[in-house]
């Protein structure tokens, strides 16, 4: 059955594969912040027709700037000009939609990194490929999606494929975070605010009020303020709320020790 964006796509694109979709997304979100926008997305959209249809294209075209339109009040829900990953990955065949699968599993920040914690057994700061492959199953399971081992495998390899941006067959936090819709991926705060190892020890001793071992929440909300503060972010009660929230998600009821902070605030986990 067709999904939600294969009836309503003007482009004619849903035979494309996710891997194909990927590779094309990849090229033009070059800062892996989860948007296209401007001509951008002009080429963006001309590459994934030019794809699909395995012919040249002109932007210039009145009859693709029609379709570009109309793909716009498709697909823009916010209005805002640009196109998320997630909106777009509506053009997937329900098969090769992993995106899709992974919302309905995971809707929020919150449960995304509660999920997180569930699959990086080892603390690493990683998901690795087997790691990867329980979190895979359990994700088609709860979507009533069939698979068998090979086709598990594949899977696996392809949201490897996908994701994994620095090619090290295993994939970050923040690389599996663009998943969510940009919105919730409240990661993208964080990119410019990345301790070193030094840096992140000094922070921890600091907030470690009670010197116990580990952040808990007051410790963690005093810690978040002071680094908005320090650099310049805006300060917004519910927005503060939201990533104390996603960020106490991955702590030991209620205990957020180094290794699970440091996934969040450093610039690369220790190993």
């Not at 401007?38 to 040249?56: D, N, P």
């Not at 932007?59 to 209005?79: P, V």
């Not at 929230?245 to 690369?268: N, P, Q, W, Y």
């Amino acid at each position: 059955m067709a999904n939600k964006g294969q009836e309503l796509l003007p482009l004619h694109l849903a035979e494309l594969t996710a891997t194909q979709f990927l590779d094309i997304w990849n090229k033009f979100d070059a800062d892996g912040n989860g948007c296209i926008e401007g001509k951008e997305l002009e080429h963006f959209i001309l590459e994934l027709e030019v794809a699909r249809k395995g012919a040249s294209a002109e932007t210039s075209n009145a009859s693709f700037r029609d379709r570009m339109n109309e793909f716009m009040l498709k697909f823009d829900e916010n209005g805002d000009g640009k196109i998320e990953m997630s909106e777009l990955a509506q053009i997937l065949p329900t098969e090769e939609n992993f995106l899709l699968c992974f919302r309905q599993f995971v809707g929020s920040s919150a449960e995304f990194m509660a999920a997180w914690r569930k699959y990086d057994t080892d603390r690493s700061g990683y998901i690795e490929s087997n790691e990867l492959k329980g979190f895979l199953s359990d994700l088609l399971k709860k979507a009533n999606r069939h698979y068998d081992d090979k086709k598990l495998s594949e899977y696996t390899q392809t949201i490897l494929k996908m994701f994994d941006l620095n090619g090290d067959g295993k994939l970050g936090l923040s690389e599996m975070a663009r998943l969510l819709p940009v919105k919730e991926n409240f990661l993208l705060k964080f990119q410019n605010i990345k301790l070193s190892a030094d840096e992140f020890e000094e922070v921890f001793t600091y907030y470690d009020k009670d010197r116990n071992g580990y952040i808990d929440e007051h410790e963690l909300d005093a810690l978040l303020r002071d680094l908005y503060q320090k650099h310049k972010m805006v300060i917004d009660t519910q927005s503060l709320a939201s990533s104390k929230k996603s960020i106490m998600a991955l702590s030991d009821g209620g205990k957020l020790f180094r290794t699970e902070l440091e996934i969040v605030l450093c610039k690369e986990p220790a190993v």
